[in-house]
């Protein structure tokens, strides 16, 4: 009895130090990971509820001091939970069933993650953009073999009344959900409702930044607790 006892002891001990090396190992995975956008100086929160201030609270955070971009998106980033199909580039109607991975995003998601542009410009409201322009990951126009895709107009279907999508730009890629995942092919979204924010600190920071921006986050919420 007392032997099997040290044994089982032994190997519970094997156990959980192997546990932790592994935990250890994705940990460093993660933090060394080239996501292919840069996580240095963003802090991301939640809104509760869909109001129509959205432009105005991003606005007042970009006041802050050391703030340099501000944006939103529905969902999270390593969620990689939006898709949508529906998409024809050559007008063949098979291409609509495939299903790309779709963020919606507000302006400056691009400059506030730090994605890399290779084509084209990213969302701006000195163009008046709308829904109707989006912007590919290298993949999807690898994918869509579109050789020259800035300007490029591509069918989409709502509800069987086909509109059009202008291709304004073309981002390189990036993991957009589990690191698990191959990148696939993505395309981004213009929408103005997405809950998670995300600010883009600059080198030179203001004191106290997250104490600013639970002040701009009261300001609108005075009911709710700002968390991070």
């Known amino acids: 009895m007392r032997k099997g006892l040290v044994v089982f002891q032994f190997v ?3 156990i959980f130090i192997l546990s932790v090396l592994v935990v250890d190992q994705q940990l460093r995975y993660t933090q060394s990971k080239q996501m292919g956008y840069n996580r240095e100086q963003v802090i991301s929160f939640h809104r509760p509820t869909h109001k129509n201030d959205l ?6 955070l970009k006041r802050i001091p050391g703030v340099i971009h501000a944006s939103n998106i529905g969902g999270s980033i390593m969620s990689g939970w939006d898709r949508q199909g529906g998409y024809s580039w050559t007008g063949d109607e098979a291409e609509r069933d495939f ?4 963020p919606q995003v507000g302006y400056e998601v691009i400059e506030t993650l730090g994605i890399e542009l290779l084509e084209g410009r990213s969302f701006s409201r000195k163009y008046h953009d709308d829904r109707f322009k989006i912007i590919l990951n290298e993949s999807a126009a690898k994918m869509m073999q579109l050789e020259n895709p800035i300007g490029t107009i591509i069918s989409k279907d709502i509800y069987q009344a086909y509109e059009n999508r202008e291709i304004i730009g073309v981002v390189k890629d990036f993991h957009y959900g589990s690191l698990h995942q191959i990148v696939k092919p993505l395309i981004f979204r213009l929408r103005d409702w997405g809950l998670n924010i995300m600010v883009k600190l600059g080198p030179e920071v203001g004191k106290n930044p997250l104490t600013q921006i639970e002040k701009v986050y009261k300001r609108f919420h005075p009911d709710l607790d700002f968390d991070v």
């Open 12 to 14: 519970l001990s094997v």
């Open 55 to 60: 432009e105005t609270f991003i606005n007042e």
């Open 99 to 102: 299903l790309f991975l779709s």
